[in-house]
């Protein structure tokens, strides 16, 4: 029998707006199972058919005020303070706020007076917003989720050039930032497609953070309005345009440059980075809900449903290393021809890196970074998995072997602070030759194995979802030791993540938004809902279950 502990069971009730129930305990004395039954009763959690969050919805509209989370702006009536850290994110998150015309349009990406130059750390980038969005929707605050997501698809609109060169019209700006002009008194949004970004590349992810956005916005208001609009179905099929068109490639996955994510610096990613996948297929099946049925939606409907089979099957199939497939490649035959080969991508055993075989546990496994012909790159990236669990890209038995790795190689994925971007840090040669000796990526630091501490929410998250509540609650206690104290920076260095990163900004806003996502989402883990996707029994593919996967 499974019992509550003596504070959980001391609550505190009271009664909000909404006639619902707020409990006033403290989330971290909540035992795993009891922390399931606040998430959704004796059902596991479904997000297209979440009862709790429905009633959630419809209350929202009945009256935003009563959508505050308990751990939301100290303006709140409601408001419960758990942590001295929350009212500092709150205040710090709202101090990043930009404004277009009067209205709130997004949060900056830095608000750090000390650094000598702002860089482009000043604007209002898309994917560093998702967790601001998400911190804002969940405190019943809407509006400038609704503001950021009509300002770049418009700009989404505008011709796009680089060096006399035209983007594709579905590109989604990387960054945006307003322009005052005092002599005209008027404002300007300024778009960043990749022309201004160090080394000029577009990014990828920014139309799938946008569509993954406008679904969060949709389920946690229940305005369906927004997504129904001209323009966002026409922003959705012009990104879809691009990703879905047909070309010389055999694999269901997308063709990525360098530096087209979160990893906008060169580091070995190019062809086909788990990251983009795993947001691909998520922004995919986001988009199957929120396009119209009409003429050019159904057509596009088709056009998803058979990517989604192919890229499942693809990703489940050959992106997957637990120890059972880690001992298959070992043993690969090269050289094969036809149909009938097993070694499908001509994956030289030699190339096996020496860190995998003491990092691989007996129990787990995870999404290696990169697949392509002749070359598997075997390091963990961490948004990637995470957002492989909260799509169902992973099975059920894979999304449980992701958390027993990270619970079985902590002190490498975790450490001292939460949480490592990728593993293990490349350096010496292979450093010079993979990244093209940038200081910024040195080993342990920045991209290279640095640990970023917005990538809470999201391993949060990912825990929810598989009824793994006590890592995430494990990895926000080592996070309030020192985020705020150090002025919450935007990465750490160090193989345990021991140092301030050496030129992190301070007042990093997605470092302070993931840390207010990640609380919010294990007060009220119906909030779950607006970012995860239960399992489409269709997309089941035929994958042999691994000795690591069983309990």
């Known amino acids: 029998m499974i019992r509550m502990s003596p504070a959980a069971l001391e609550l505190d009730v009271t009664q909000n707006g909404c006639g619902r129930k707020i409990e006033k305990t403290d989330i971290f004395e909540i035992e795993d199972f009891d922390y399931l039954r606040l998430m959704e009763g004796p059902k596991p959690i479904k997000v297209e058919r979440n009862r709790s969050f429905d009633e959630l919805s419809n209350c929202s509209m009945a009256s935003p005020a009563c959508r505050r989370s308990i751990l939301g702006t100290p303006r709140s009536s409601t408001y419960f303070e758990p942590h001295a850290m929350v009212a500092d994110a709150w205040e710090s998150l709202r101090r990043s706020m930009v404004h277009f015309q009067g209205q709130p349009v997004g949060t900056i990406a830095a608000l750090d007076h000390s650094a000598k130059e702002e860089l482009n750390y000043d604007q209002v980038f898309v994917r560093d917003f998702v967790p601001s969005a998400l911190a804002f929707l969940m405190n019943g605050e809407g509006e400038v989720v609704k503001n950021f997501l009509l300002k770049t698809v418009w700009l989404q ?50 139309g799938f953070w946008w569509i993954i956005l406008l679904r969060a916005y949709t389920k946690s208001t229940g305005d369906t309005s927004l997504a129904e609009m001209p323009e966002c179905q026409k922003g959705m099929r012009l990104i879809l345009s691009l990703c879905l068109s047909e070309g010389f490639d055999t694999f269901p996955t997308l063709l990525c440059a360098d530096g087209c994510c979160m990893i906008d610096r060169r580091m070995g990613v190019y062809g086909y980075p788990i990251e983009i996948q795993a947001l ?27 990517r989604l089979h192919a890229l499942s099957y693809h990703m489940r199939s050959y992106f997957w290393l637990d120890m059972k497939q880690l001992n298959d490649i070992y043993r690969y035959k090269t050289e094969e021809y036809s149909h009938t080969a097993v070694n499908k991508f001509n994956v030289i055993p030699d190339s096996l890196p020496d860190w995998v075989f003491d990092f691989m546990p007996s129990r787990g496994g995870y999404f290696i970074g990169n697949v392509s012909p002749a070359k598997m790159d075997f390091r963990w990236f961490c948004l990637g998995n995470c957002v492989a ?29 939460p949480l490592k971007i990728c593993y293990p840090a490349i350096e010496s040669h292979e450093w ?37 509540p006590q890592i995430a609650r494990r990895a926000i206690e080592l996070t309030e030791r020192r985020l705020s104290k150090d002025h919450w920076p935007e990465y750490y260095d160090g193989k345990l993540g021991s140092y301030i990163g050496k030129q992190a900004r301070k ?45």
Not at 389 to 417: C, H, K, N
Not at 509 to 519: E, M, N, Q
């Open 280 to 306: 691909f297929f998520m922004a995919l099946r986001c988009a199957l809900v929120l396009l119209k049925h009409d003429d050019a939606g159904k057509e596009f409907g088709e056009k998803i449903v058979n």
């Open 432 to 468: 010079r030759i993979v990244t093209g000796c940038d200081p910024k990526n040195t080993r342990w630091s920045y991209h290279n194995g640095g640990s970023w501490p917005v990538l809470l929410w999201l391993l949060t998250a990912a825990c929810i979802k598989t009824g793994r």
């Open 157 to 206: 609109s505008q011709e796009k050039m680089v060096d006399q060169f035209k983007l594709g019209d579905g590109v989604m700006p990387a960054s945006f930032k307003v322009l005052h002009d005092p002599i005209r008194n008027n404002e300007t949004l300024c778009a960043d497609f990749g022309e201004s970004a160090i080394g000029r590349v577009a990014p990828v992810d920014s």
């Open 389 to 417: 669990i909260l799509s169902s890209l992973a099975t059920p038995e894979q999304s449980s072997a992701i958390m027993d790795l990270i619970e079985s190689r902590w002190e490498e994925l975790v450490g001292e602070m």
């Open 507 to 551: 007042f990093q806003t997605w470092s302070i938004a993931g840390y207010l996502v990640a609380k919010m989402m294990l007060e009220d883990p119906s909030h779950l809902g607006m970012i995860s996707l239960e399992e489409d029994k269709q997309l089941k593919t035929p994958v042999q279950r691994s000795a690591s996967w069983t309990c």
